[in-house]
C-alpha cells in the first residue's frame, strides 16, 4: 500500500573523535519516509497508515499525494500542542514553497488566517472576531434553533424513512453559517456548490480552481457592497474594516473564504457523530437517558471521530527545534502536525479507541481534545461549530423517538474523494 526510501538526516550528534584526529559530526540515519495516500475509508474506521505511523514513533516523516519532498509528521499530543503554538513554526513561508501536500491544487489568498503568523494573524483576525463571540452565539442560538425545527418539521410532517443528511445534516450547518456570514438566501445555494467542490479531491485542479473563482469572485462583491454597512455579519464587518483602512479588500476576501467553507466540517462531523449513535445503541440511551450530561458525551465524540483524510496544512520550522522525543527538526523542514493522532494519545486519553461517554470531566479544559486546533491557529468558528453540534444531537434525539438507521450500517454511504470524511446519506426511521 506504501513505499519507503532512506534519506540522509538533516541532524548531528556531538562530534567524536576519528583515527586521524579531526573531529566530525556522527550523522544519524532519519527515520524512512512513509508514502501517505488519500486512503478511501468508510465509516468511522480510523486511517490505518497513520496508524501505522504512530506506532513507529511520535515523530516520523511522510510524502502526500501531491507538492514536493517530505516532511516530518507529530502525532504526539505534546508535541503537536508544541509545534501549533511555538512561533519557530510558521504558517505564511509555507506559501513561498511547494510542500508535499493532499490537495492538488494550492494557492494561498492574501489575508488567509489559515497561513497569516503573528502579529499579522491578530490584525486580520480583529475586523471579524465579533462575529464568534459566546456572547454572539448566544444571541445566535434562538434564530439557529428556528432554522433548525423548521428542517425537522418538515421531516416529522413527512413521516419516516427520511435521509438525515440531505433533510438536515446538510441544509442546517449550510444556512447557519450563511446567516452568520451574511449571504442572502437567494445565493446559498450556488455558494454552497462551490464550498462542497473545493473541499473534494475530485474533479482536479480545473474543478477546484473554478469552484474557487466562483465563491471568491462572489465574495470580492460582497465585500464591496458592504464597505458602509454597519450590519453584525461576517461580510459586513469586512466591508467596514476595508472601509476603515484596517485590513485590504484582498485581505478580506482571504479572510472569508474558509469560514464559508466551514459549515461542510459542521455536516460531516455531526453525520459522524450521529452514525456512532444509531450503531450503538448504548450512546444513544445514554444520550437520552441523562440530557443535561450531553455536552462532555459529544466532546469525547469530537475527540474519537476520524474527521479528515490525513492531515491539514503544513508548518515550515524557521530555526533548529527538538521535539519532546530528542528528533530535531531543522530550520526550513515542513512539519505536519496529526490532530486526529494526537487525540488518540494513550498518555493524555488511556485506551484512547474506545468511546467512553465519562472520560471527560466538564469542571476541567474540555478533555484536551484538540478536534478544534490548538495555538493561534485554533478554529475561528469552534464556537459555532459546537453551537450547531449541539443542538442538532438534541433537537434529533428529543424529536424523533426511537431514531434508527433504516438500513444496515453497512449499506450507509460514504463521502469519497474528500478531505473532510462524513456519511454521504443517512437514511433513518422512527
Known sequence: MSTETTEPATTTEPATPTATGPLLPVREAAPPVRDWPALELTGTDFDPVLASLMREGPVTRIRLPYGEGWAWLATR???????TNDPRFSRAEVTRRQVTRLAPHFRPRP????????????????PLAGAFTVGAMKRLRPR???????????????????????????PFPITLVSEVMGVPEADRERVHAWTRQIISTSGGVEAAEAAKQGLYGWITEAVRARA???????????GAAVARGEIGEEEAVG??????????????????????????????????ERPAERGPVLDELLRWIPHRSTVGLARIALEDVELSDGTRIAAGDPVYVSYLAANRDPAVFPD??????DRIDPDREP???L?????THYCTGAVLARLGAELLVDTVLDRLPGLRLAVPAEGVAWRRKTMIRGPRTLPVTW
Open 77 to 83: 499530543h505534546e508535541d503537536v500542542r508544541t509545534v
Open 111 to 126: 489575508g488567509s488566517l489559515a497561513w497569516a503568523d503573528q502579529p499579522d494573524h491578530n490584525r486580520l483576525r480583529k
Open 144 to 170: 439557529a434553533q428556528e432554522i433548525l425545527d423548521g428542517l425537522v418539521d418538515g421531516v416529522v410532517r413527512d413521516g419516516p424513512p427520511a435521509d438525515l443528511v440531505g433533510r438536515v445534516l446538510e
Open 228 to 238: 458602509g454597512s454597519a450590519g453584525e455579519d461576517v461580510y459586513s464587518l469586512l
Open 255 to 288: 479572510l472569508a473564504g474558509p469560514l464559508q467553507i466551514g459549515g461542510e466540517a459542521v455536516t460531516h462531523n455531526c453525520g459522524q457523530m450521529l452514525f456512532l449513535m444509531l450503531t450503538r445503541p448504548e450512546l444513544t440511551a445514554r444520550l437520552r
Open 352 to 357: 484512547p479507541d474506545r468511546i467512553d461517554p
Open 367 to 369: 478533555g484536551a481534545h
Open 371 to 375: 478536534a478544534f486546533g490548538h495555538g
